[in-house]
Structures are given as C-alpha cells and as structure tokens.
C-alpha cells in the first residue's frame, strides 16, 4: 500500500470526506498536507493538535521502515505553519523576559514538535533551554546565556 493509499483509508475511516491529500518527500523529511473544509479541519486537528499528533505517530509508525531517520510532518489547512507562528512568538515573548529579569521561565505545555522547534530556535540565538517532565506534563524551560553549566543543556525534546 502507498503512503497516498493510507492516508486516504484513514481518513475515510475517520469520516472524512473529499480532502486533498498532498504528500511531499523532501530530504528533511515527509510533509502530508491535508486540505478540507473548516468544519472537517477543525475535527482533524482536535484539541491542541492532539488528533493531527495522532494522525502523525499512526503515520510514522506504519511506515517507519520506509522512512528510516526522516521525520513525518501532517498539516491541514496549513495549521503547523500558522501554530508555528504561535509558538516562535511565545518564544520571542519568553526570551524578552528571560533577557529582562535574568531568571529561567518554564513555558505553558507545547508538543514535542513545538519544544523540539523552540529548542532549535533558541539554539541558533545562543539560549539555552531544556524539557523535564513526562507526557503532558513535558514543560520547556528557558534560561538566561550562562545560567546553566555547559554539561546540562541538554536537548531533550
């Protein structure tokens, strides 16, 4: 069964009718875009992405041997681009204050993909940050340049 096939029998046993499904292999990894209308989207995401996740692990785990060390990213109606938008301002606004008051901040609860997308972020600038925690109480925590020895910054997404 392809990758298109797939996606197109779970979303058909997800009730879900006339959706575009575009899947781009690129070299950083598989992109799945799925476009339908609002009221079907908003069903497809859940609450805080939690279905669009689910959607994402069925995908990666059915196909992981195809897809070796790439990574799986399902969007609909470009909602990860417009989450992403979210998260990098959550970001900008933690890293100010952590600038300002010289003390680490814990972040409000973010997926896997979103601390993993602010730890690279926050890398590239320099800051360090890291998750503790398990399942949906994961947090990311921000921290002031020095504030951590070098040993524990660690990346743990």
Avoid at 105 to 123: A, F, G, N, V
Wanted: proline share 3%; charged share 30%.
């Amino acid at each position: 069964m392809t990758m298109q096939e797939y996606v197109s029998m779970l979303l058909a046993h997800m009730g879900s009718q006339d959706v575009g499904v575009e899947i781009d292999d690129g070299a950083e990894g598989i992109k799945i875009t799925l476009r339908t209308s609002e009221e079907d989207s908003g069903m497809m995401i859940g609450r805080r992405g939690e279905t669009l996740e689910a959607i994402q692990r069925i995908f990666s785990l059915t196909f992981r041997d195809d897809l070796g060390e790439k990574r799986v990213a399902v969007t609909v109606n470009d909602y990860l681009e417009r989450r992403h938008e979210v998260v990098q301002k959550i970001a900008d606004e933690a890293l100010e204050r952590v600038t300002q008051n010289g003390r680490p901040m814990t972040l409000p609860y973010l997926s896997s993909d979103e601390r993993r997308y602010i730890h690279t972020m926050m890398k590239e600038r320099g800051v360090d940050t890291r998750s503790d925690g398990s399942g949906h109480d994961r947090r990311l925590t921000m921290y002031p340049q020095g504030y951590l020895p070098q040993e524990s910054n660690e990346e743990t997404v």
